[in-house]
């Protein structure tokens, strides 16, 4: 049987570079850190991560992408790369940091998309009773929803392998059901009220761009870095507090910052956004492991709005039309063809804006380890995991602190480090002015 590719594995080979660039290339990986407390038995370890594969066959799912040609290619079952390594620091006050450290040295390694399983760990243990374990997963087999089935995954079969009475893990359906039921859900000849609702809503829009610091015909060589930035338990509570009193989700308030922003930047009023949104459909597939992630441009008229509230209303209605009116972003470029044109702008990048409100992982069991999600992440990098083309801004609520953890990824090509950190403080100076005093008069860039 011939498996097809998801729209989303299908619109990733838009950007295919080959195996050793973009979105197929060994960089293009997504990593998660954890803390274990326990006696780590990497046996039990090895065990438990095979198993996981097993469970879960996108891991060992190659994208084939011969023109004419291309489908999914499902491996058997086969041992997973657990590397162990001694990270000797008595100090328990700079655990973390050397935590974060090994995360952002494993985030600049290379991982060929041909060699299966697309999971591989590293456990780094600090003595016998403290290590911390990252898996990489490669990008086209996975997303964050997905890495936090992976880690529950992990921790429930771990338990299962040192013989402690666990209850069973929900179903998890193939990725292949998912991918033949987006055939059918979306195919041309199918009746998708959507289609209508993106071709009016895209309808003389264009994604914003933000001016890049080096055209993409300079040939700069090209790496992908973070700048990462803290924005503050107050401001972050203010900005929660407008969320509830506006009825809206915490990504609205932010993306509605986020445009008067760029309409500061930029000086435009219609702003449109892409954001990564789960295109995971049916209840089916919630347990289900694989790249899902939908690229949705949210469009909004900053024009005449007096209030940064109104812009938060206007924002609000743009995402629930938006969530209501799913499509795989392909066939939203395919009624909407010039809505695409800042990607292939020579100077400009696209800036996708996300936010993660995943609750935390904070000491779970998993029979006698204790698994601590590591959220936190503070320090910058020069090499991280690789962003096809532009920018990824990401704002995490860490529910521990009460603060926000931001990231910029960037690809180097076209931005200075130091335009990404005025980037960054130039967004905190407008989410401090509106989110504050969100009734105050608004002055717009028109």
Known sequence: MSIPLSFNQEFLCMFD?????????????????????????????????????????????????????????????????????????????????????????????????????????????FDEENA????????????????????????????????????????????????????????????????????????????????SDHPKSAAVPKTTSVHRFLVGAELTSAALAVAKQTRSSAFMVLLAAYKVFLNERVGVTDVAVPTMASGRGPARFQNTVGAFFNFVPLRTDLSGAATFREVVERTRATCLKAYGNFLPFGQVVAEAPASAASFAADDLGVVAFQVFQFPALEGEEAGDLRISEIRRRLLSQDVSTDIPDGVMFQLDIDPLSGEMLGHLGFNTNLFHEATMREFAAGFVRVLARTVTTPDTPLELAS
């Open 17 to 125: 570079q080959g195996d050793e660039e973009g979105p197929f290339g060994p960089l293009y990986n997504i990593v998660g850190g954890w803390r274990l407390t326990g006696k780590a038995d990497t046996e039990a370890l090895q065990e438990a991560l095979n198993d996981v594969v097993a469970r879960h066959e996108a891991l060992r799912t190659t994208v084939v992408r011969t023109p004419g040609e291309q489908r999914q290619e499902i491996g058997p079952p086969s041992p997973v790369s657990l590397d162990v390594r001694e990270i000797p620091e008595p100090d328990p006050a700079l655990r973390d940091r050397r935590a974060e450290e090994l995360l952002i040295e494993l985030e600049g390694g290379r991982y060929g998309v041909t060699e299966l399983p697309l999971l591989r760990a590293v456990l780094g243990r």
């Open 132 to 211: 911390v374990l990252v898996l990489v997963v490669h990008h086209t087999a996975a997303d964050e929803v997905s890495m936090q089935l992976i880690i529950r995954d992990l921790g429930v079969l771990y338990a299962r392998r040192r013989g402690h009475d666990t209850g069973e893990l929900p179903e998890a359906t193939p990725f292949r059901d998912f991918a033949v039921w987006e055939r059918e859900r979306y195919a041309p000849d199918a009746e998708v009220r959507a289609r209508a609702y993106w071709r009016e809503q895209l309808a003389g829009a264009t994604i914003t761009g933000v001016p």
